[in-house]
């Protein structure tokens, strides 16, 4: 079964998707290895949107353990309009936002109207290899509503419906995280490299 | 959140812009990927933010953790789902063992009295099977679910054991069901265990529990 590509790509279908729902059916009834099967699937993917989103490595496997317990505790709840993914994805997001909120309100929310309308210009491009090595930092910059965005789209491969639904929030809400999140990650990347000169 | 929440029926250039993230990841559909499309086609401006787009999604997923070792970090959530069973299970039954057996009993003579009745409706014909045909052979089970298990959660749980209904809910709660013969003991055991589940009785007499 996959359940995923190693970049973790949402896109999942047919076969593949029902296989991870019987998985699923397995868990709720408290089947143990269906379980661990899922747990070495998702781990990876999980593993990394967590870090994504928190930033804090200690927090990650802290998160994750409650994600996957939640999962065990509520297979059986997951009705079969979403995918499993997107259902669990979910749950990682609200346990990642609970996990901010009880260490020193580390949640960051969504700081739209903050935001500098001046779009930075084209001089703006950098070259692949600085992007690569400023987007680190650039991202800490974001809120973690936004990092999220970022990850779900360009990492997981969700389509922007299926980031609503894991959010729990509007598509547009999601549109607008991500044309703040592309903005201000121009801002702080041109602002990094003028750092590094 | 306290951010304005955009709405985006503005120009096809702001439109096609908000989704250009969703043409670089690929999930774009129908009429937003087409309206994207021909928006790209004769706009400069939106070439360029799709390339800067696509840099982006390649750093992003360049930018890997590095790879571990599941077994850990699996063994230890394994313990802690070991002491979360023990605390979480309900006792609702436990505490009053009486009750289980007077479910069953109460399930058995219900079931009985089914079968009696339509025994007695049924016309006295033969039945025939083909040559191919198997008898899958099944046994039945009285389970009573947590009132407050919903009605998703229930039907889950029957097609994970591959059960089906036979009979209820009799006035205590109880649902006659039947399971496959050659995996009744797992089931039993697996619905024993399961969530929202406060009693699961054998109702064959050989059961030997």
Known sequence: MRIADNHGHAGLHGNAEEAEYALLMRIAAEDMRAFEMLYRAYRPRLRRFIAGIVRQPALVEEILDDTMMVVWHKAHTCNHQAKVSTWIFAIAWRQAVHALRRNDDRFEPGDDEHVSSSEPGPDIELQQCELQRHLGTALAGLSTEQRAVIELTYYLGYACREIAQIMDCPVDTVKTRMFYARRKLKTLLALTREEAI | ?209
Not at chain 2, 90 to 110: K, N, S
């Open chain 2, 1 to 209: 959140m306290s951010g304005r929440v955009l709405r985006f029926e503005g120009s096809v250039h702001t439109e096609a812009e908000r989704l250009l993230p969703w043409l670089v990841n690929g999930t774009l559909q129908n009429e937003e990927l087409a309206l994207v499309q021909q928006h790209l086609a004769e706009c400069t401006a939106c070439q360029q933010e799709l390339a800067w787009l696509r840099s982006l999604q390649a750093a992003c997923i360049e930018e890997a953790l590095p790879a571990d070792n599941p077994e850990d970090p699996l063994r230890r959530l394994r313990r802690r789902l070991d002491n979360a069973k023990v605390e979480a299970r309900p006792d609702r039954i436990r505490r009053r063992p009486w009750l289980g057996w007077v479910i069953t009993v109460e399930a058995a003579l219900l079931l009985m009295l089914g079968a009696a009745l339509l025994h007695e409706n049924r016309p006295a014909v033969a039945e025939y099977h083909t040559l191919g045909a198997t008898q899958v052979s099944s046994e039945k089970l009285v389970v009573v679910f947590d009132p407050g298990i919903s009605e998703a959660q229930l039907r889950q749980l029957m097609r994970a054991s591959e059960a089906h209904i036979v009979y209820g809910p009799t006035d205590a709660g109880a649902w006659v069901i039947s399971v496959p013969a050659a995996h009744a003991k797992t089931v039993r055991e697996a619905l024993r265990a399961a969530p929202g589940v406060l009693l699961v009785e054998n109702l064959a007499a050989d059961d030997g529990d």
